[in-house]
């Protein structure tokens, strides 16, 4: 069982402009991280592995790595990834260039009381592609999280029974069940009593399965008591047709099973689009929407190709 516990990883990047170049120094393959004084300078490193080691009480690893600016240059991603299994607690990213927390587990995790802080991020735009949690794994419970991002406040790719439950997302582009590619295959999924500050996420909650998949399947995902609200687009979306919202939805995988039960869940959105969006062309089953509250932004746009019918809901 790993664990760790109690330290903040920072990456700070200055601007690629600010940066001062190094003339003459090739840049080493891969440095390894393996000591808090190892992480100090990573600056000539074009790939950086950090492997498991116990970081001693109250000590704190500032990664430096390299300058990036996506939108210009290839930045380092995911900035951590977790292999193994176990429990993951207390700890803080910070500024991650890209991605921040790929999951890649293999047998029963949690990861709990975790900040990913890319605030910074929000200043002229400088944060892209900054998912927090980048789910491909079964039997992964998150738990207890903040993530203030530009992106994807979790997107799960793979897996099967995970749950997000209590987890606050500011910023980004919320809590998302793709995309999906062909091939791969996302059930029973739980999110519940997620929180996003109010007008803070610029979609509320997305299922998104890529309009070229094949034999891709979504199915038995369950919301429950999840509070979230878009500042810009869906409140809630639905798609087979990613990586456009609504275009023309891929025919050769299913959605199914989509259902907000148990405590309400409150979603809102204040931009000029549907509250909710459903672009199938293939979704199957009753979906119970019973306990889904949506309210703002336009009227619900909700095209079910496939044969799916949804009972209940307020929108
Ligand atoms: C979703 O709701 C449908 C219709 O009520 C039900 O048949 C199905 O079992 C539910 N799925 C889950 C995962 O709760």
């Known amino acids: ?5 109690s330290f903040v990883l920072a990456a700070l ?18 440095c390894t991280v393996d000591s808090v004084d190892s992480a ?6 074009t790939d950086v592995e950090i492997i498991a080691w116990e970081v001693p009480a109250g000590e704190v690893i500032k990664i430096e790595a390299a300058s990036g600016a996506n939108r210009g240059a290839a930045k380092p ?8 299994y176990g429990s993951f607690t207390n700890f803080i990213i910070k500024d991650s260039p890209a991605q921040a927390i790929s999951i890649g587990t293999t047998s029963t995790s949690t990861f709990t009381d975790i900040l990913v802080d890319n605030l910074d991020g929000t ?25 203030y991002n530009q992106d994807d ?6 897996g099967t029974n995970n749950v997000f439950e209590n987890n606050y997302c500011s910023g980004g582009h919320g809590i998302s069940i793709g995309s999906i590619a062909s091939d791969k295959t996302v059930t029973d999924v739980t999110s519940l009593a997620t929180l996003s500050s109010k007008a803070s996420c610029r979609y509320g909650m997305r299922i998104k399965v890529d309009s070229d998949a094949t034999d891709a399947i979504v199915s038995g995902i369950t919301y429950s008591g999840n509070s979230i609200s878009a500042n810009e687009k869906y409140g809630l979306l639905i798609t ?8 023309t939805p891929s025919t050769d995988s299913v959605i199914e099973d989509i259902n907000f039960t148990g405590s309400t869940t409150i979603i809102t959105t204040t931009g000029d ?29 909700i095209i079910l190709a496939g044969g799916a019918s949804i009972l209940g809901g307020s929108y």
């Open 40 to 45: 100090a300078d990573l600056s000539d490193c």
């Open 123 to 147: 200043t002229d735009g400088l944060g892209a592609n900054t998912d927090g949690f980048d789910l491909s794994a079964s039997d992964v419970t998150i738990s207890g999280c903040t993530v």
């Open 273 to 301: 689009y549907p509250v909710i969006g459903v672009d199938c062309g293939k979704c199957e089953g009753t979906w119970n929407w019973e306990s889904l509250v949506a309210s703002g932004g336009e009227a619900a746009d």
């Open 77 to 84: 991603h995911p900035f951590v990834k977790f292999e193994g």
């Open 153 to 158: 406040c979790l997107a799960i790719n793979s």
């Open 13 to 30: 990047f200055s601007s690629a402009l600010a940066s001062p170049t190094k003339t003459g120094t090739a840049k080493r393959a891969t």
């Open 240 to 247: 087979q047709s990613y990586s456009e919202d609504f275009g």
């Open 1 to 5: 069982m790993q664990s760790l516990v």
